[in-house]
């Protein structure tokens, strides 16, 4: 846990320091939040503060965790090599969000509009299923569950396959639906993050406890610039990423069933689009107008339409995150 934490602190110093540099160029380059016409009114006032802030935190944890897989090879401990799915993992999903974000920013598709959310979509599927093939047949084949309550495990055969393209896809939109306020998908995932890397220091899964925490590090640097007001924009780069790698971090560490609790926040925020739209659609045909069960969604929205100010939603939002995770852990204990 000591190597870990010393990493995360490492992550932490790498990334904070680049940031008002990093802002300064995104700023000269005119990276700026396109922001949607029916966002809240609070949201207006955020067009143009610079985004693609995902670099941030992505561009160290990759150096980090090459930096420290170059070492372990050179050394002769292979260790290093289990972090080379996570590897491919947050650097193929942050590619896809920044050039989502770019396309976005520079009017590809309109204004706000970034990939259409079919090809977006399909890289997706494609990135998960490589992913959920390396962790089915590669070794350790990861075929397997920890079921709170139960001592042994549950193997779950190839169907491990489909369940993992579904939670890496699902996290990574999950994530990127949450990161509409300030500080609320960065602290959220920072608290995740940490939850799983002490799950995986007490399965002595040490190398996934120090890639955990180095997720913490980068993610309290970027927060350092994302609270409110925020300098800079986490956007598709930093969510995308965060949310698959999370994923991925919960199939590695056979803990996956306890991903919703410990995300909960994120599965609120998904849970409220699709309840949102599936209501619309269905009131639409039956009563020939769609009617909305929340005042505008994802949920956040809705508590600030409600009258909480964004930080009265992001730090209840974040209380919710942090009791989920002891929950979280406590099952994993059991």
């Known amino acids: ?10 992550s932490f110093l790498l990334a904070v320091v680049w940031g008002k540099p ?29 985004t693609m802030g995902g670099i941030l935190i992505v561009v160290p944890v990759l150096l980090i965790t090459a930096t420290l897989n170059i070492a372990d090879l050179w050394v002769g401990n292979i260790i290093g090599q289990s972090t080379l799915l996570l590897f491919f993992c947050l650097g193929s999903f942050a590619l896809l969000g920044a050039v989502d974000d770019w396309q976005g920013i520079k009017g590809v598709r309109g204004r706000g509009e970034g990939m259409s959310a079919r090809a977006k979509s ?9 992913i959920a093939l390396v962790l089915y047949f590669g070794p350790p084949q990861l075929d397997f569950v920890g079921v709170p309550g139960l ?15 579904f939670m890496i896809v699902g996290t990574s939109n999950a994530v990127n639906l949450t990161d509409g306020l300030d500080s609320l998908a960065g602290s959220s995932c920072s608290i995740a993050f940490a939850c799983y890397g002490l799950i995986a220091y007490l399965q002595n899964q040490s190398y996934l406890a120090a890639f955990c925490f180095i997720m913490v590090g980068a993610l309290f640097a970027f927060l ?24 991925l971090v919960a ?27 599936s209501y619309f659609k269905l009131t639409k045909r039956l009563y020939g107008e769609g009617r909305r069960v929340f005042k505008m969604s994802p949920l956040h929205y809705h508590f600030e ?3 909480w100010s964004p930080m009265q939603v992001k730090e209840r939002f974040w209380i919710v995150g942090v009791l989920c995770s002891m929950a979280g852990v406590a099952l994993a204990l059991r």
């Open 224 to 247: 350092w610039h994302n609270a409110h007001p925020a300098e800079m924009i986490m956007g598709d780069t930093g969510s995308l990423a965060l949310g698959a790698t999370l994923a």
């Open 151 to 165: 001592k042994d495990y549950m193997t779950v055969g190839p169907l491990f396959i489909p369940i993992a393209i």
């Open 22 to 50: 990093l802002i300064t160029l995104l700023k000269r380059l005119g990276i700026g939040k396109q922001i949607r016409v029916e966002e809240p009114d609070s949201r207006q006032i955020k067009a143009g503060t610079p």
């Open 305 to 307: 339409l409600n009258g």
């Open 122 to 130: 399909l890289f997706q599927l494609l990135f998960a299923t490589i």
């Open 251 to 277: 199939l590695m560490s056979t803990q996956w069933l306890l991903l919703p609790v410990i995300g909960l926040v994120f599965v609120a925020e998904a849970g409220s689009v699709m309840l949102q739209v």
């Open 1 to 10: 846990m000591a190597y870990a934490l010393i990493m995360g602190t490492a």
